[in-house]
């Protein structure tokens, strides 16, 4: 069980340790730029509902004594967060983390481990090269279902991913993957996307995104969980860099289907827009629509959004 596993094996202990100190290799690299790195307070929102009347409504505020970037920094992260699933009373947590990244020439390591005052919540990952591009991840979060949020359902996913450069315009990314629920269900997943390179100057690739699961226990508490499930999903994505603010649009069309079911349309996207990262006040904003379930309604429709400004001092 993997739960049980890293609790045994002290990772979740160690990865609160690692946020003490910084990589002795990154200090002696970097040591004195991060010496004049400035702290820096963000906050953030981030809320989401869907076709049940599931919403989900998070704020926080990220307190980094040493902020060099989103893959430099140490500091606390405080936060609240509201659920109400399928429009039914809403339930609210409070939650604190400590965070902790930072990166050398080819390795990157980063962390936020917390609690909500019932468990140990969070993620770590960490990745190894430049171009076959390895990581190793992960995560820990509860249910956002009614008996989720009730009775405490939560899940621990452990998982790895590769980035395979097939040529300049082709690259494969494949990650696999642990689900362990609260209870008996445990998931295999399966996920792969092949980007091509259309245009470079435009930041124009066209994706073929592929992903399955299987679950041992189909069907447990309120969340979706069938059998199995499979998705393919061609995306067209679009990067554009003006004046150091970073614009992201995507959009895909597919098919998805789940063990006793036909197939039936799957639908996808996604906008981001984030600021120069070497201004003294920075903001990043993105929304995001799928039809990927996650309960256990019929019909599903997923939209998100999030907004968050970054002041440095």
Known sequence: MIQRTLANNGVI????????????????VEGQAEQRAPAAATLDVFASTDADDT????????????????????????????????GQNTTGFERVYLRYADKS????????????SHTVLGSANFAIGQKWRKEVFVERDILETPRGV???????????ALDMPLS??????????????TGDNERLHLRGTYVHVLKEDWGLSAQLRGR?????????????SPRAYAEVLPVIQMRRFS?????????GYGAQRTTGENWRSARYANLQASSPADRPVQLKASAVYSNTPVGNGAVYDYLQGSLALTTLF
Do not use: M
């Open 13 to 28: 202990p160690a990865l609160a340790l690692c946020l003490a100190a910084a990589p002795a290799s990154a200090q002696s």
């Open 55 to 86: 919403e989900v409504v998070r704020t926080g505020v990220n307190l980094d004594w040493f902020h060099a970037g989103d893959d430099k920094h140490r500091g606390v992260r405080l936060e609240k967060a509201w659920f109400t699933p399928l």
């Open 105 to 116: 020439a080819d390795k990157a390591w980063a962390a936020q481990v917390g609690t909500d």
């Open 150 to 160: 009730t009775e405490g359902i939560y899940y621990t996913f452990v998982g790895a």
């Open 168 to 181: 300049r315009r082709d690259t494969l990314v494949l990650v696999t993957g642990v689900q362990e629920f």
């Open 212 to 224: 399955y699961f299987r679950s041992t226990e189909p069907g447990e508490f309120d969340y979706f």
């Open 243 to 251: 004046n150091g603010w970073r614009f992201l649009v995507a959009g």
